[in-house]
Nanobody
Framework: QRQLVESGGGLVQAGGSLRLSCAASGRTFGTYTMGWFRQAPGKEREFVAAISSGGGSTSYADSVKGRFTISRDNAKNTVYLQMNSLKPEDTAVYYC????????????????WGQGTQVTVSS
């Protein structure tokens, strides 16, 4: 789990969709809680979504509920973030992260982080 690589960011118009992917290294992907966070310029990093190791539990920030969906494919060592009905305020660098255990899944105290992928939503 030491290497996480995000992809899928880009420029999209308001109301559009993007799917982010995060590929993880190692053979223990299925034991980790995976999270997505984002950070806009001048703002603190904030929680977006998380999914438990087996995928049975998910959590979302209120600002993205009903628009974003987190999922994972443990056979492919990949977690996804499907983002629909995008808004300009969703513009940020999106980071993938991993940790052991589901406790505090909405807090940024994850052990491993990707390099981030830029999402820009134009109005």
């Amino acid at each position: 789990q030491r290497q996480l690589v995000e992809s899928g960011g880009g420029l999209v118009q308001a109301g559009g969709s993007l799917r982010l992917s995060c590929a993880a290294s190692g053979r223990t992907f299925g034991t980790y809680t995976m999270g997505w966070f984002r950070q806009a310029p001048g703002k603190e990093r904030e929680f977006v979504a998380a999914i438990s190791s087996g995928g049975g539990s998910t959590s979302y920030a209120d600002s993205v509920k009903g628009r974003f969906t987190i999922s994972r494919d443990n056979a492919k060592n990949t977690v996804y973030l499907q983002m629909n009905s995008l808004k300009p305020e969703d513009t940020a660098v999106y980071y993938c992260s991993s940790k052991l255990g589901w406790a505090r899944a909405t807090m940024p105290d994850y052990n491993y982080w990707g390099q981030g992928t830029q999402v820009t939503v134009s109005s």
